[in-house]
Nanobody, 124 residues
Framework: QVQLVESGGGLVQAGGSLRLSCAAS????????MGWFRQAPGKEREFVAA????????NYADSVKGRFIVSRDNAKNTVALQMNSLKPEDTAVYYC?????????????????WGQGTQVTVSS
């Protein structure tokens, strides 16, 4: 069982940066692929980025490639999402999720554990 808590959301102007963090409970954090997803009002939840359980691979949605960076710190049981060059269309609730021994899938159904989400609002 893994419990996830996101932090770091807020209001930022277009072109700015935010760093989201997700803290995980449990002693087997390193066994989980960690993903970030987002959901804007009236839209379906979509994949943003993920890092595989063995840190061998990262995966990004085309819409954030070159702007967002996902990283993990197994010693601290955390995963971060550095978001640069933010755009108004990045406005959403951002969720982290965990998938045991996962490859960093873009499919939300592969992730068994989810955080409560953190709001990111980008003003134009």
């Amino acid at each position: 069982q893994v419990q996830l808590v996101e932090s770091g959301g807020g209001l930022v102007q277009a072109g700015g940066s935010l760093r989201l963090s997700c803290a995980a409970s449990g002693r087997t954090f390193s066994s989980y692929a960690m993903g970030w997803f987002r959901q804007a009002p009236g839209k379906e939840r979509e994949f943003v980025a993920a890092v595989s359980w063995n840190v061998a691979r990262t995966n990004y949605a085309d819409s954030v490639k070159g702007r967002f960076i996902v990283s993990r710190d197994n010693a601290k049981n955390t995963v971060a999402l550095q978001m640069n060059s933010l755009k108004p269309e990045d406005t959403a609730v951002y969720y982290c999720a965990a998938d045991e021994y996962g490859p960093g899938s873009p499919l939300s159904r592969e992730y068994a554990y989810w955080g409560q989400g953190t709001q990111v609002t980008v003003s134009s």
